[in-house]
Nanobody, 121 residues
Framework: QVQLEDTGGGLVQPGGSLRLSCATS????????MAWFRQAPGKDREFVAA???????TLYADSVKGRFTISRANANSAYLQMNNLKSEDTAVYFC???????????????WGQGTQVTVSA
């Protein structure tokens, strides 16, 4: 089973930026999909962004379009660049690996442990 480690969370003021990283224990193959989800207290896990590794086709939630960017960092890591952060972006962010470019969390098999992002003045 692939191990995922998601890092880069922290406390940031509204309007600020953070970059999350997701490192895998092995190479990410071109057919794989890497994604980010988030979960706020008392809420369901919510899709944020995903990327088909080989062709770099991306998918974003409407709530983050134009502010967040998912990208390849290297052969075994992905980034989530988050700009113009808002208080409603506060959540634990999880990276995930699957084979379908989808927003459905049930279709992702491997998950990181999560990293806290807090947006507050």
């Amino acid at each position: 089973q692939v191990q995922l480690e998601d890092t880069g969370g922290g406390l940031v003021q509204p309007g600020g930026s953070l970059r999350l990283s997701c490192a895998t224990s092995g190479r990410i193959y071109s057919s794989a999909v890497m994604a980010w989800f988030r979960q706020a207290p008392g809420k369901d896990r919510e899709f944020v962004a995903a990327i088909r590794w080989g062709v770099q086709r991306t998918l974003y939630a409407d709530s983050v379009k134009g502010r967040f960017t998912i990208s390849r960092a290297n052969a075994n890591s992905a980034y989530l660049q988050m700009n113009n952060l808002k208080s409603e972006d506060t959540a634990v962010y999880f990276c995930a690996r699957g084979v379908d470019l989808t927003s459905a969390p049930s279709l992702y098999r491997d998950w990181g442990q999560g990293t806290q992002v807090t947006v507050s003045a």
